[in-house]
C-alpha cells in the first residue's frame, strides 16, 4: 500500500467553524490532490498541488483552500465549515500528472458538519 | 474536455454468477482509463488500467475489462463473483498528452448476494 495518511480520520465541527484536514505522504510524489465524495457525485476534485507552494483549483473549489509547505504534507482548510461541505475527504498522489500515471488514495476523512 | 458516465448506481448479482459493470466516455482525444475499486470506509485502489496496445486489460481479483474505441465503452467484467467483490467501483478516464487531470464516474456499487 503506498504510504498515504489522512488526520483526523473523523470530524464533527459547527457551522462557522473553520477545519483543517491533513494528508501525509511518505512516497515522494509530486502530486497531491484533494477529492471530496457525494453519493450521486463520485468524486470531484477540490484542489491539487504539483509541487511545494504550487497549487490549483479543481472543478469545487468555493470555501476551501490548501496549502503544501512540504513535499510530503497537504493542508485542505474549510475557512468557515458549512452543512454543505459534510462530506467524506479523500487525499490522492501520483508520481506525476503527463501520461497514464494512476492515482494512490488514503483511507478518507468523513466530516460532518452541524 | 473529457467526461465518464456509469449509467448504473447499483448492481446486484448472484454470488458465483457472472457480472458486467459499464462505463462510458468522451474525449476528443486518445485515452488512459482506469477502474479503481472502493471497499466500505476504504480509499479507493487501482484494479486496472488500459494504456495502449491489446484492448482487453487484465487486473487483480479476476477482473478484466474491455476497451471499445468505436462504442468509447471500458466495461469491467468478471466470470463469478465472490461475496468479497461486494464494494463500490468507479471508472475514471484520462486524456492522454499534456498534463491533464483524471475524471471520475459517479460510481456503481456491487451486491453480491449469497
Known amino acids: 500500500d503506498a504510504g498515504i495518511t489522512q488526520s483526523p480520520r473523523h470530524k464533527v465541527t459547527e457551522t462557522g467553524t473553520p477545519v483543517t484536514l491533513r494528508c501525509h505522504q511518505t512516497e515522494n510524489h509530486r502530486y497531491m490532490y484533494w477529492y471530496r465524495q457525494d453519493p450521486g457525485h463520485g468524486l470531484r476534485l477540490i484542489h491539487y498541488?504539483?509541487?511545494?507552494?504550487?497549487?490549483d483549483k479543481g472543478e469545487v473549489s468555493d470555501g476551501y483552500s490548501v496549502s503544501r509547505s512540504k513535499t510530503e504534507d497537504f493542508l485542505l482548510t474549510l475557512e468557515s465549515a458549512t452543512s454543505s461541505q459534510t462530506s467524506v475527504y479523500f487525499c490522492?498522489?501520483?508520481?506525476?500528472?503527463?501520461?497514464?500515471?494512476?492515482?494512490?488514495f488514503g483511507p478518507g476523512t468523513r466530516l460532518t458538519v452541524t | 474536455a473529457q467526461s465518464v458516465t456509469q449509467l448504473d448506481s447499483q448492481v446486484p448479482v448472484f454470488e458465483e454468477a457472472p457480472v458486467e459493470l459499464r462505463c462510458n466516455y468522451s474525449?476528443?482525444?486518445?485515452?488512459?482509463l482506469f477502474w479503481y475499486v472502493q471497499y466500505p470506509n476504504q480509499g479507493l485502489q487501482l484494479l486496472l488500467k488500459y494504456l495502449s496496445g491489446s484492448t482487453l486489460v487484465k487486473g487483480i481479483n479476476g477482473f478484466e475489462a474491455e476497451f471499445n474505441k468505436s462504442q468509447t465503452s471500458f466495461h469491467l467484467r468478471k466470470p463469478s463473483v465472490h461475496i468479497s467483490d461486494t464494494a463500490e467501483y468507479f471508472c475514471?478516464?484520462?486524456?492522454?498528452?499534456?498534463?491533464?487531470?483524471?475524471?471520475f464516474g459517479t460510481g456503481t456499487k456491487l451486491q453480491v448476494i449469497p
Open positions: 474525449s476528443s482525444v486518445s485515452v488512459y
Open positions: 498541488s504539483y509541487g511545494v507552494k504550487d497549487t
Open positions: 490522492a498522489i501520483s508520481e506525476s500528472q503527463r501520461g497514464p500515471y494512476e492515482q494512490y
Open positions: 475514471a478516464v484520462k486524456s492522454s498528452g499534456g498534463y491533464q487531470k483524471v475524471t
